[in-house]
């Protein structure tokens, strides 16, 4: 059975002798329809005339008609009630936003009207005395509102009706003889009327700004398609890079192996053909030997005699090349080409995102470096020299400045007040500047301290405020031929690699760190604080008696030595 059009009711099919949805339909000859026991108990007064006609049409039958239930039409009407009783409750079921109604008992329904005259909310059933009663139908009747306290003068608990402009408020009729007599007072009605203008200007330039809002995220939109754009063109471009750069390494192992396979096929030619010949000239040796043997052991004389001169000539002596093979098998140049190109692939291996930063600079983000490779590190070499107005008496200075030496006897520097008084300590002459600095120092001696200071540092004194890494102004690394530390704020970390003469410092301002090295290939990490950058930093040293420090010189060129 096709399915109920919802539109109809129930309602439209109504008997016409009852007046009401028709129960146990049945449909006479002339097609009219009723219902069962209305038709019959219409013809069984008309029985005693034996007429018997449609209540509609009027139409009479000579014989009564056998009545049978329509179950067709029966099932439609049900229907219909079905659908007509779930639209109403649809309507008249109450959502999580929707006002109650404040009479239903048990379960609420909806509120289709608020009555601000009862005060309060009706469903559309408990609606019905204020649309029928003519009394009712006086009071005022609006859509549903919730809060009806707020519609109440809180002094007099009577309905708010005026609106007093000399206190911008709200009031009710006994306010107006009362507390707001002589007061500008307007109906709500007036009031709205003239401030609906001031409301479209407000809704006119909401509007406004939400036009201004919505261009501007359109246009953030089109900035984050920008955005995306530009960085699937800059991750396509660095794919290409590398993988034409995977591919050209792929294709240079593969050369390699192809050339050592053939260094490999020739060389195993040469010693095979060797083998060949030897391998010949053993079986004619043994063959001469096995007829030695025999006739040995023969007791013919004649025989032997015969036979034994040709046997005494010996089979002819090829000259076999002497075959000597390097251990490394390749030629030397190979080899050494081969050890730049690994040298080179190493130096790509240690290349490595780092985080920047955000101190002293606007923004954070990531830098590209690579710290194994003392070429990088070299890159950033900046010239130093001993600042002499620093260096404590017991400090001896050489090589133009670039040398410290701690002994016992006092150099007769001029007094200064930059100059450390008590402890065996110097600081460099040069600020360092620029985002990243690197340099390097040799030592020597029983113990000596590596690291930076602040200007500020004191100077005056054995206190740790004046000491090399026992304050917040200063860092440093302490080498000794037993073991390696590093200090700062007088926080002391051990350091376990070995023993190195020569050590790397390098101060990265973007990543915010400040790192020490033993260099060797690749350079060997020793610590890293993350320091800030408040104040500008100076190189500084001190030195044990009979230990010293030097600067060591440095090229920012590429070097090929470590």
């Known amino acids: 059975m096709a399915a109920v059009n919802s539109s109809l009711s129930a309602d439209e099919y109504t008997c016409s002798v009852c007046l009401d949805v028709l129960t146990e339909p049945v449909t006479i000859p002339c097609g009219h329809s009723y219902c069962m026991d209305c038709i019959n108990d219409y013809w069984d007064q008309l029985d005693t005339l034996h007429i018997y006609r449609c209540p509609q049409c009027r139409r009479q039958f000579n014989i009564r008609p056998e009545l049978n239930k329509n179950f067709l039409l029966a099932e439609v009407i049900e229907n219909l009630k079905e659908v007509q009783t779930d639209v109403t409750q649809c309507q008249n079921s109450a959502g999580p936003d929707d006002l109650l109604c404040d009479v239903c008992p048990g379960r609420q329904r909806k509120a289709v009207k608020t009555c601000l005259t009862c005060m309060a909310s009706y469903c559309q059933t408990h609606i019905q005395p204020h649309q029928e009663f003519e009394a009712l139908k006086r009071h005022k009747l609006e859509e549903p509102t919730g809060k009806l306290e707020e519609k109440l003068c809180t002094k007099h608990n009577k309905v708010l009706e005026i609106f007093c402009r000399t206190d911008k408020t709200c009031i009710c009729l006994l306010c107006v003889a009362t507390d707001h ?71 240079l192992r593969s050369e390699v192996i192809e050339v050592i396979k053939n260094h490999e096929r020739r060389e195993v030619r040469k010693a095979e053909e060797i083998m060949e010949q030897l391998e010949k000239e053993l079986k004619e040796l043994k063959r001469r030997d096995a007829e030695l043997a025999k006739l040995s052991q023969t007791s013919d004389h004649i025989h032997f005699l015969k036979k034994l001169p040709p046997l005494c000539v010996p089979p002819e002596e090829k000259n076999i090349p002497n075959f000597t093979i390097d251990r490394d098998l390749l030629p030397e140049t190979l080899i050494k080409d081969l050890s730049a190109l690994k040298k080179c692939l190493q130096e790509i291996s240690g290349w490595e995102f780092v985080k920047t930063s955000e101190i002293g600079f606007s923004t954070s983000g990531f830098v590209l470096q690579n710290l194994k490779s003392r070429n990088y590190f070299l890159k950033y070499s900046c ?114 690699v070995p023993n190195s003469p020569r050590i790397g410092v390098y101060l990265d301002r973007l990543t915010g760190s400040l790192s020490f090295y033993s260099v060797s290939h690749p350079m060997i990490l020793l610590h890293r604080f993350n320091i800030s950058f408040n104040e500008p930093l100076y190189p500084g040293f001190w030195a044990l008696k009979n230990s010293s420090v030097t600067i060591c010189p440095l090229s920012r060129s590429v070097d090929d030595s470590m």
């Open 181 to 251: 007599k002589n007061h500008d007072t307007v109906s709500p009605d007036e009031e709205r009327a003239g401030r609906q203008s001031l409301l479209e200007n407000r809704k006119a330039k909401i509007k406004k700004r939400i036009q201004e809002k919505e261009k501007k995220m359109d246009e953030m939109k089109e900035t984050v398609a920008s955005i995306q754009s530009c960085a699937d063109r800059e991750m396509q471009k660095h794919v290409e890079t590398f993988s034409s750069l995977l591919q050209s390494i792929e294709r």
């Open 383 to 496: 010239p130093l020299t001993l600042d002499p107005n620093t260096a404590h008496k017991r400090l001896s200075l050489s090589e133009r400045n670039k040398t410290m030496t701690s002994d016992d006897a006092e150099n007769k520097y001029p007094d200064h007040p930059e100059r450390f008084d008590c402890l065996s300590q110097v600081l460099c002459r040069e600020a360092l500047s620029g985002p990243r600095c690197y340099w390097e120092v040799e030592w020597s001696g029983f113990k000596v301290a590596i690291g930076v200071a602040h200007k500020g540092i004191e100077r005056k004194g054995k206190s740790d405020e004046c000491r090399l890494g026992s304050n917040d102004k200063s860092w440093s690394l302490f080498c000794s031929d037993s073991r390696y530390s590093v200090r700062h704020s007088n926080n002391t970390t051990v350091v376990t």
